[in-house]
């Protein structure tokens, strides 16, 4: 589930809706019945296992949306895929109604689906041989390959999808050889490569990418990760 604005609904619903479909829940804190229908959204999409993902729009600090959509009462409820809306409804249903609403648009797993859930090697590149730019094969073997420290082939094979953050991190994984999780388990040793990779960025491009790829394997959660890419920045520019 994700809280979408005027400004992130490009990227996070109609962008998404050409991978996955995506359920749009237009909402606003007065409403008594949006309180309802906003938990059952959340369960039953939910239960998907990300086959539909849930976006939801407060109507009050986002009218640009509404607009778009028309509303003339919430909640409503759109269905969005590739960047078209395929179905809708308005007001709070009942779970087992939403429930069977959802179902319609997730769609039935394939082989491929099936063997990257099962997750081994075997099985995913299996499934890459069914489906080139299965996303989920992909990510799942990259990852694998990556804490390995097989870098040409990593790269490779994230090249098969559009990139995002967990493909980011991945390569910068395995561009540090898969060794970043050993540096992070110690703290003052990995605020000391940085320190020192950050003195080098401004001329060595190897330690630009390096310092970077730190800072994707450490993520967005580890507070370090705004500091140094804000010393990043001020060394740069």
């Known amino acids: 589930m994700i809280d979408v604005t005027d400004a992130t609904f490009e990227a ?8 996955v479909p995506v359920v749009v829940d237009l909402w606003a804190p007065w409403c ?9 959204l959340e369960r039953v999409v939910g239960a998907t296992d990300g086959a539909v993902e ?10 640009g949306i509404g607009q778009a959509f028309r509303v003339q009462s ?3 409820v759109y269905a969005i895929k590739g960047r078209q809306v ?3 409804f308005i007001g709070a249903l009942p779970e087992a109604a939403v429930r069977d609403w959802v179902s319609k648009l997730a769609p039935q797993p394939t082989e491929a689906d099936l063997l990257a859930q099962a997750g081994d090697e075997a099985s995913l590149r299996r499934a890459l041989e069914l489906q080139h730019d299965h996303r989920a094969a992909v990510v799942g073997l ?20 559009p990139e995002d953050a967990d493909t980011r991190r991945i390569a910068a994984l395995a561009r540090l050889g898969g060794q970043a999780p050993v540096a992070r388990a110690a703290e003052d040793g990995m605020e000391a490569r940085l320190d020192a990779l950050l003195d080098r960025v401004k001329g060595d491009d190897e330690a630009r ?6 800072l994707e394997t450490m993520g967005p959660d580890d507070p370090r990760t705004a500091t140094y890419r804000r010393a990043l920045t001020a060394r740069l520019f």
């Open 74 to 76: 919430i909640p409503a």
């Open 12 to 19: 996070d619903v109609l962008a998404r809706s050409d991978s």
């Open 209 to 214: 990418q390096e310092f970077v790829d730190l």
């Open 86 to 88: 395929v179905d809708s």
């Open 32 to 40: 008594g019945p949006c309180k309802t229908l906003g938990p059952i």
């Open 142 to 161: 990259a990852e694998i390959l990556a804490e390995r420290g097989e870098e040409e082939e990593t790269l490779a094979l994230l090249a098969r999808i």
């Open 54 to 63: 849930l976006a939801k729009v407060n109507v009050d600090e986002n009218p």
